[in-house]
């Protein structure tokens, strides 16, 4: 059971939009920590792809955007392209764990 | 360019031990707090334990408490994990990474090293 809660999976065909939620507790994203969004591509490490809630790093496509509100978060991708077809995980700072914490993760098809 | 390499995985008895390495290039690996991050077969991503910059700070996951030491040596850029009375549910790809200075997230990950447990 992890601590933050992501949907299993969700699914989109070329070009659409598609979000990934992520809830969390008055400990982590409820307690002002920010969210942090990470992609896997099979049978590689996850890459960083939205940290502090919102911001890019440098080489991540503006297709992809995140929000956060409460503890609440979600993680948006417009222009589906194959390539998405990944893992996706979110992560913050949890004050009662003293520690990191991840979602569950989510398994982006791409139809 | 930053970079993470681990090393040290391997298939190992349960109850037994392993020490994990990670060595760090790229950066100023004093200045930042580092992590241990495992992902067990075809499983989720779970964080295991962080060390601050100044080791004065050490956190741990629940389940590897008492089992498992997380230490750095800055002047060697280096970062381990020993890990002792090993069981079959510590089987995982163990990830050296990075923890950036905005908050909290995780900005750089090695490549991983798998550490295998048999019963």
């Known amino acids: 059971q992890s601590v933050l809660t992501q949907p299993p999976s969700v699914s989109g065909a070329p070009g659409q939009r598609v979000t990934i939620s992520c809830t969390g507790s008055?400990?982590?994203?409820?307690?002002?920590?920010?969210v942090h969004w990470y992609q896997q591509l099979p049978g590689t490490a996850p890459k960083l792809l939205i940290y502090?809630?919102?911001n890019r790093p440098s080489g991540v496509p503006d297709r992809f955007s995140g929000s956060k509100s409460g503890t609440s978060a979600s993680l948006a991708i417009t222009g589906l392209q194959a390539e998405d077809e990944a893992d996706y995980y979110c992560q913050s700072y949890d004050i009662r764990l003293s520690g990191l914490v991840f979602g569950g993760g989510t398994k982006l098809t791409v139809l | 360019e930053v970079q993470l390499v681990e090393s040290g995985g391997g298939l190992v008895q349960s109850g037994g031990s392993l020490r994990l390495s990670c060595a760090a290039s790229g950066f100023s690996f004093r200045s930042y707090w580092m992590t241990w991050v495992r992902q067990a077969p075809g499983k989720g991503l779970e964080w295991v334990a962080n060390i601050n910059q100044d080791v004065s700070v050490k956190s741990y996951v629940d389940s590897v408490k008492g089992r498992f030491t997380i230490s750095r040596d800055n002047a060697k850029n280096s970062l381990y994990l020993q890990m002792n009375s090993l069981r079959a549910e510590d089987t995982a790809v163990y990830y050296c990474?990075?923890?950036?200075?905005?908050?909290?997230?995780?900005?750089?990950w090695g490549q991983g090293t798998l550490v295998t447990v048999s019963s």
């Open positions: 502090g809630n919102s």
């Open positions: 008055s400990s982590n994203l409820g307690a002002a920590f920010d």
């Open positions: 990474a990075r923890v950036g200075y905005n908050n909290y997230e995780v900005d750089y």
